[in-house]
């Protein structure tokens, strides 16, 4: 049982890893970085696509990771 979870978490942590990697950058530069995030909060474009998909993918990673790791530290722990 053990192991299955440890191997789940490799398995999201791996997709975390490659689903971040493979997004584009919202902005470059220092004009970017300073007005980049009032147009990611306030602008009006949606992520579309490719994007959309792997915003989503990361989020599922990142939520299957943490509960994996609280799983697994639970499961040794007892």
Known sequence: MVLLFKILLIIAAVGLIVAVL????????????????AEHLFGKQRARGLELVLERVTIVCAA???????????????
């Open 64 to 78: 299957a990771f943490f509960i994996l790791t609280f799983v697994v530290a639970y499961v040794l722990k007892a």
């Open 22 to 37: 493979l997004q584009q950058g919202k902005s470059a530069g220092l004009s970017g970085a300073i007005s980049g995030g």
